[in-house]
């Protein structure tokens, strides 16, 4: 197993995140009758896989998110996984998804859904001061939403794309009046 640089295809150093390689006997040579699908992940005998991970000091690797769910807001990487085991700290919050959304100054801005538990009585604005302090200033959601259900496939994995969808349906004027 190998860390690289998604950018450059460079081995990253221990610590520092980046894209998940493997090779060995258990993994696939190729695509089933998908050549172009096979080009894309695997080069040089290495599987690219997509995930997001750290390989820390002692050897062993950590998944902390999934390469095309990185949000870069005005040149920082923020990692989406990563801001949700934070708000999943909080006591009013039940489950929480973060994704970016575009924006004009900064290319993209973290928004987040979230399902509060029972009763639990919160505005956006609270959850974000409670972010602060705690994370990076540039990893606090811009957009916070409230829902009571997040959409999934048919296995019950989250769709972070319709959720991403969804707030792009929402009109500019309600996305430029969430306090920054």
């Known amino acids: 197993a190998k860390i690289v640089d998604p950018a450059t295809g460079e081995v990253s ?16 040579r190729e695509y ?12 040089d005998g ?3 896989t997509g995930d997001l991970a750290v390989m820390r000091p002692d050897g062993y690797v950590q998944i902390v998110g999934r390469i095309k769910n990185t949000i870069i807001r005005g040149g920082e990487n923020i990692y989406p996984r990563e801001v949700e085991e934070f708000l999943l700290t909080l006591p009013p919050v039940s489950d929480a998804y973060v994704f970016g959304v575009p924006d004009e100054k900064y290319g993209e801005e973290a928004c987040v859904w979230i399902k509060l538990k029972a009763n639990a009585d919160i505005a956006p604005e609270q959850i974000r001061a409670l972010c602060k302090g705690k994370i990076a200033t540039f990893k606090i959601p ?14 019950g994995k ?18 430029r009046s969430a306090p920054p």
């Open 13 to 28: 150093a221990r610590g520092a995140a980046g894209e998940l390689c493997i090779r060995g006997y258990s993994v696939m």
């Open 142 to 155: 811009k957009y916070v939403r409230f829902v009571d259900s997040f959409p999934t496939t048919a296995s």
């Open 158 to 175: 989250v769709q972070y794309y319709k959720m991403r969808e969804a707030e792009l349906d929402l009109s500019q004027n309600e996305r």
């Open 32 to 43: 089933w009758r998908n050549p172009l699908g096979t080009k894309e992940a695997i080069k």
């Open 46 to 48: 290495w599987m690219h």
